[in-house]
């Protein structure tokens, strides 16, 4: 990604939140947060440099704030350790990335056109991994 070749990040991942469940905003739209490491050791001003002007605000990460992911039970994890919880996210906001990117970008695509085409990819995966289903599904103990 072009965070990882040139901007020194390490690893990422994003959430998309709104002005309730994120940051306080002071508007009503959504919000994109980023969270990553700065394996470049840029300074806060010379990371703000290499973010867009829409970005509104940096703020240094307490390793407090990595330690647990809601509703993740690290125990589950073959190391239990939280790092491959992070690793696993950010793969996965790497490859919603990648997906988006993968679409040609130099004309104008109808945004509902261009929804219900990452929509399609989006079912695909819930259909591999069955999550569409998973509230119903039961097992045996």
């Given amino acids: 990604s072009v965070l990882k070749e040139n901007c020194g990040v390490k690893w990422y991942c994003f959430l998309i939140h709104n002005r309730n469940n994120g940051v306080p905003i002071p508007y009503n739209g959504l ?11 840029h300074s806060q001003k010379e990371l703000s440099n290499l973010l867009p002007d829409y970005c509104e605000m940096i703020r240094k990460v307490e390793s407090k704030d990595v330690e647990k992911i809601s509703g993740i039970d690290t125990t589950l994890l073959n190391e239990g350790d939280i ?14 990335v990648g ?3 993968a679409h040609k970008l130099e004309f104008d695509i ?22 569409r289903d998973w509230q119903t599904v039961t097992y045996k103990e």
Avoid: D, V
């Fill in 110 to 131: 109808p945004p509902q056109k261009m929804a219900k085409q990452i929509f399609q990819f989006l079912h695909y995966l819930a259909n591999i991994t069955q999550l």
């Fill in 31 to 41: 919000q994109f947060h980023i969270r990553f490491e700065n394996s470049a050791n």
């Fill in 99 to 101: 997906m988006i990117n």
């Fill in 83 to 96: 790092r491959e919880a992070w690793r696993i996210i950010g793969e996965s906001c790497e490859w919603i």
